[in-house]
């Protein structure tokens, strides 16, 4: 068992009240063994600092030590890495001088016989002592306990390792436990340091996070919503409802909360005289998830964000619903780079775009003949996991010339025959544009960090609307699980967000083996009937088997898994078996209705037939 974080975010700001004295030097000299009436050679400012390492050195890439304890007004929660020797070494020869035997300019340190009334008179006002418990749940913040352990317990054991006396106690501490929140003090898991940093302010060498990833996205008055909001997972998230709810619309807003910029038309607010927010947190891979709330600036008509967010976003690959795509590279979007092209139409992702990427068709066939044979294995790769089950494996076959065409065009081995990668279907075309700007963006991605000099990301996002769009049912069966298998062919160590909506049963019912709840959700917008409000919610995945059952469950929420006019049918005919002697009339129409919308061996049949054979109809 472990500290939890509101237990020691509570201690914290208790600690404001206690002298750094205290907290620092007094707790490191007796941990240290500081003789009292005499003294021995005890280089106090390293042992300072080297307690200041141990407790206070919360952020590892940051040369700053938080400071929980009281200080002037001036002087910030981060102290510098010279603190020791520097602000609390003058504390400790000037403001507490008469606590120690000490030679000045030496190594010679001892606690005078008086140091405890000493302290006293520095640190305690009236009646009001220190307690342990704030102290102990600081320095034990990390520390792993027995599922059976108690605060009283942690008093104690704070108590034997800073031998803390009874005249201590008497005089300066008091054991009472009080000023906590009504929660649990421990939890399964050791409080992250990125966790713990997160809720408090930042050091002053503190930088971006980065290889992010969306964690939390809410909207305030804002497109067709008053509010909505999803906690994403950090690998799966399947976004579904109707048409017209707004999940283009969602997805669009997730992509301008990871890289700022709009692949089209950006999001307005209701125009209802509320003030319109967008709030998101990106983790990054240190964690940090610091909340950004933007507003809606209704002067100038635009959402203003300032240049330096706490995280930025990896690798983002963005499929959006009307043939564009979108790839954002941190690596080429900061800096002098900032404002180039991340959004491309389906053609110049054909085609190339002058500068900002060679095409498919041109790439393809560089790839292909590159001796190396790289990155044209990891397209090739993909191609053949993300392949169609009923044509076999998306091959690719040398490339060849067509008419009124100066370029070598790559083809797809069919069953039936060669086919230029331009005259493929639909489907085809859509997945094999997908599977090059994927591995297209993450070659990218890998040269231009070996320019660098920085490692590649360990974490990508890849964003898909519609993924269903153009494919089979066959395909869309298969295609999900397909895709996650896509961070094992790029590399083993990647992990790839995914943010993806769809409409098709067959998407949702494909994801059943792979779903996993602690690292996937899924979200349903619909429309709210009270204020005809569209709202977004988080459901619980649950396997429902057969496509029909996903048709009829509360994602789909259609009555019957068949046409409109059956759905119809069938329930008149409920409701007729349910009233007590039903007309003639209606019952003949009603089996009239059956008979031109349901097949022969409808499954609805026998309950039927006999109902209306009972009331005089001919079958």
Same mark, same amino acid.
């Given at each position: 068992?472990?500290?939890?974080?509101?237990?020691?975010?509570?201690?914290?700001?208790?600690?404001?009240?206690?002298?750094?004295?205290?907290?620092?030097?007094?707790?490191?000299?007796?941990?240290?063994?500081?003789?009292?009436?005499?003294?021995?050679?005890?280089?106090?400012?390293?042992?300072?600092?080297?307690?200041?390492?141990?407790?206070?050195?919360?952020?590892?890439?940051?040369?700053?030590?938080?400071?929980?304890?009281?200080?002037?007004?001036?002087?910030?929660?981060?102290?510098?890495?010279?603190?020791?020797?520097?602000?609390?070494?003058?504390?400790?020869?000037?403001?507490?001088?008469?606590?120690?035997?000490?030679?000045?300019?030496?190594?010679?340190?001892?606690?005078?016989?008086?140091?405890?009334?000493?302290?006293?008179?520095?640190?305690?006002?009236?009646?009001?002592?220190?307690?342990?418990?704030?102290?102990?749940?600081?320095?034990?913040?990390?520390?792993?306990?027995?599922?059976?352990?108690?605060?009283?317990?942690?008093?104690?054991?704070?108590?034997?390792?800073?031998?803390?006396?009874?005249?201590?106690?008497?005089?300066?501490?008091?054991?009472?436990?009080?000023?906590?929140?009504?929660?649990?003090?421990?939890?399964?898991?050791?409080?992250?340091?990125?966790?713990?940093?997160?809720?408090?302010?930042?050091?002053?060498?503190?930088?971006?996070?980065?290889?992010?990833?969306?964690?939390?996205?809410?909207?305030?008055?804002?497109?067709?919503?008053?509010?909505?909001?999803?906690?994403?997972?950090?690998?799966?998230?399947?976004?579904?409802?109707?048409?017209?709810?707004?999940?283009?619309?969602?997805?669009?807003?997730?992509?301008?909360?990871?890289?700022?910029?709009?692949?089209?038309?950006?999001?307005?607010?209701?125009?209802?005289?509320?003030?319109?927010?967008?709030?998101?947190?990106?983790?990054?891979?240190?964690?940090?998830?610091?909340?950004?709330?933007?507003?809606?600036?209704?002067?100038?008509?635009?959402?203003?964000?300032?240049?330096?967010?706490?995280?930025?976003?990896?690798?983002?690959?963005?499929?959006?619903?009307?043939?564009?795509?979108?790839?954002?590279?941190?690596?080429?979007?900061?800096?002098?780079?900032?404002?180039?092209?991340?959004?491309?139409?389906?053609?110049?992702?054909?085609?190339?775009?002058?500068?900002?990427?060679?095409?498919?068709?041109?790439?393809?066939?560089?790839?292909?003949?590159?001796?190396?044979?790289?990155?044209?294995?990891?397209?090739?790769?993909?191609?053949?996991?993300?392949?169609?089950?009923?044509?076999? *494996?998306? =091959? #690719?076959?040398?490339?060849? %010339? @067509?008419?009124?065409?100066?370029?070598? !065009?790559?083809?797809?081995? /069919?069953?039936?025959?060669?086919?230029?990668? *331009?005259? =493929? #279907?639909?489907?085809?075309? %859509? @997945?094999?544009?997908?599977?090059?700007? !994927?591995?297209?963006?993450? /070659?990218?991605?890998?040269?231009?960090?070996?320019?660098?000099?920085?490692?590649?990301?360990? %974490? @990508?996002?890849?964003?898909?609307?519609? !993924?269903?769009?153009?494919? /089979?049912?066959?395909?869309?069966?298969?295609?999900?699980?397909?895709?996650?298998?896509?961070?094992?062919?790029?590399?083993?160590?990647?992990? !790839?967000?995914?943010?993806?909506?769809?409409?098709?049963?067959?998407?949702?019912?494909?994801?059943?083996?792979?779903?996993?709840?602690?690292?996937?959700?899924?979200?349903?917008?619909?429309?709210?009937?009270?204020?005809?409000?569209?709202?977004?919610?988080?459901?619980?995945?649950?396997?429902?088997?057969?496509?029909?059952?996903?048709?009829?469950?509360?994602?789909?929420?259609?009555?019957?898994?068949?046409?409109?006019?059956?759905?119809?049918?069938?329930?008149?005919?409920?409701?007729?078996?349910?009233?007590?002697?039903?007309?003639?009339?209606?019952?003949?129409?009603?089996?009239?209705?059956?008979?031109?919308?349901?097949?022969?061996?409808?499954?609805?049949?026998?309950?039927?037939?006999?109902?209306?054979?009972?009331?005089?109809?001919?079958?």
């Amino acid at each position: 068992m472990y500290l939890s974080l509101n237990y020691i975010l509570a201690a914290i700001k208790k600690l404001n009240n206690v002298h750094p004295f205290i907290g620092i030097t007094f707790l490191s000299c007796k941990r240290n063994h500081l003789p009292v009436g005499k003294t021995m050679e005890y280089p106090m400012d390293q042992k300072n600092k080297e307690f200041m390492d141990e407790v206070q050195k919360i952020i590892p890439n940051s040369a700053w030590y938080y400071q929980p304890y009281k200080s002037n007004a001036f002087v910030k929660k981060w102290v510098k890495e010279d603190y020791a020797s520097s602000g609390l070494q003058s504390i400790n020869t000037r403001s507490f001088q008469r606590c120690f035997i000490h030679e000045s300019n030496s190594k010679i340190w001892g606690w005078d016989k008086n140091y405890i009334s000493e302290i006293s008179k520095k640190v305690i006002k009236g009646n009001k002592k220190i307690p342990l418990i704030d102290l102990a749940i600081w320095c034990f913040k990390f520390e792993e306990w027995d599922h059976a352990i108690t605060l009283e317990e942690i008093v104690q054991q704070f108590i034997s390792m800073y031998q803390i006396t009874k005249q201590e106690i008497e005089i300066l501490f008091t054991t009472t436990i009080s000023g906590y929140p009504n929660c649990l003090a421990f939890q399964e898991e050791v409080v992250k340091a990125a966790l713990l940093a997160n809720n408090l302010e930042e050091p002053p060498d503190a930088k971006p996070d980065e290889e992010g990833t969306l964690s939390f996205l809410a909207l305030d008055n804002v497109g067709p919503s008053d509010h909505m909001e999803m906690n994403l997972a950090s690998r799966l998230n399947i976004i579904t409802g109707d048409n017209g709810l707004g999940k283009t619309f969602l997805m669009d807003c997730s992509w301008w909360a990871l890289t700022g910029t709009w692949t089209s038309n950006e999001a307005r607010p209701k125009y209802n005289g509320k003030k319109s927010n967008i709030r998101f947190s990106i983790a990054g891979k240190m964690q940090h998830t610091k909340e950004v709330s933007i507003s809606y600036d209704i002067q100038n008509l635009t959402w203003k964000r300032n240049g330096r967010q706490p995280t930025i976003p990896g690798l983002i690959v963005y499929a959006c619903v009307d043939g564009s795509y979108a790839v954002w590279d941190p690596s080429k979007h900061y800096g002098v780079n900032k404002n180039r092209p991340s959004v491309f139409s389906g053609s110049q992702v054909w085609n190339g775009l002058d500068g900002s990427i060679e095409g498919l068709i041109r790439d393809w066939v560089k790839w292909q003949s590159s001796p190396t044979k790289y990155p044209f294995d990891i397209f090739t790769n993909v191609l053949s996991v993300l392949s169609p089950p009923d044509i076999g *494996t998306l =091959t #690719s076959g040398d490339p060849i %010339r @067509i008419p009124e065409d100066t370029r070598e !065009i790559p083809t797809i081995v /069919h069953p039936y025959g060669i086919v230029p990668i *331009t005259n =493929t #279907s639909a489907g085809i075309r %859509r @997945i094999v544009t997908l599977a090059y700007l !994927i591995v297209w963006a993450w /070659h990218e991605h890998k040269i231009s960090s070996q320019f660098r000099n920085v490692k590649p990301d360990s %974490r @990508i996002v890849i964003m898909i609307d519609e !993924i269903e769009a153009h494919l /089979h049912p066959k395909w869309q069966r298969t295609i999900l699980p397909a895709l996650m298998e896509v961070q094992k062919v790029l590399s083993e160590e990647l992990e !790839i967000q995914f943010i993806l909506s769809t409409h098709s049963p067959l998407v949702l019912a494909s994801a059943e083996s792979a779903f996993r709840q602690e690292i996937d959700k899924l979200f349903h917008m619909k429309l709210s009937l009270p204020n005809q409000d569209a709202i977004l919610e988080e459901v619980d995945f649950i396997k429902y088997g057969q496509i029909n059952a996903w048709l009829t469950s509360p994602i789909f929420n259609l009555r019957q898994a068949r046409s409109q006019e059956a759905e119809v049918a069938i329930e008149e005919a409920k409701i007729l078996q349910m009233t007590d002697n039903p007309d003639y009339e209606a019952v003949f129409h009603t089996h009239e209705k059956l008979l031109n919308c349901l097949a022969e061996n409808d499954i609805f049949w026998p309950r039927w037939i006999y109902f209306a054979e009972q009331h005089g109809v001919e079958i």
